[in-house]
């Protein structure tokens, strides 16, 4: 059991039996009179958005799921098609991929996250490379502090890159804050 101090983002706690993923939490409060947390919460199991606020020292239980990697396959709208190396597939909801679906790519190995059996979401690695499709020249004399322009990459999905990046170069792109991070080979 943790206390709520403790919970962060993405951890899957128990509330009232059920099993929850932490979206968003915002602490209020001072050392005197205590903190309180209010949480913005999905139901893992009915994807039923939760909102509630607690104090610091309310305990959770903390629920560890299942990883298994796997590949990705296709796209049946609205599920996402996962194949392990043993030919088993797993279907996980759209609305439960998140982020991961602006760098998933064919053929992509991942880990599927499971509870109780059931195939919950997917795990990207922490980096990628996709080349960029389309992005705009660099204008000449702006180079001034971090200057960023908007590339679209192979998946379809946009980032902000420096300006010497071009069309055709393949780049590191951070899955977990979406941000790039170097031009790569």
Do not use: H
């Not at 943790?2 to 050392?31: H, Q, T, Y």
């Not at 679906?101 to 195939?119: A, H, I, Q, R, S």
């Not at 990628?128 to 379809?156: C, F, H, L, N, Q």
């Amino acid at each position: 059991m943790k206390p709520a101090k403790e919970i962060r983002v993405g951890n899957i706690i128990m509330v009232d039996g059920k099993p929850f993923i932490v979206l968003r939490s915002d602490v209020n409060g001072s050392s005197r009179t205590g903190f309180t947390y209010k949480w913005k919460m999905k139901n893992l199991l009915t994807n039923a958005p939760f909102e509630s606020v607690f104090r610091g020292d309310d305990k959770f239980d903390v629920v560890v799921l299942d990883k298994k990697p796997a590949t990705y396959s296709y796209f049946a709208d609205p599920l996402y098609v996962f194949m392990d190396e043993e030919y088993n597939q797993y279907e996980v909801e759209g609305e439960n991929m998140g982020d991961a679906v602006n760098y998933l790519e064919d053929g992509m190995t991942c880990e599927v996250v499971f509870y109780e059996g059931k195939p919950l979401s997917v795990e990207l690695p922490t980096t990628v490379v996709r080349e960029v499709t389309y992005t705009e020249p660099a204008v000449k004399g702006d180079t001034s502090g971090k200057v960023m322009k908007p590339a679209k990459i192979s998946t379809g999905f946009e980032i902000p890159v420096p300006l010497f990046v071009g069309i055709g170069d393949k780049i590191e792109i951070d899955t977990r804050t979406g941000e790039y991070k170097s031009r790569s080979k």
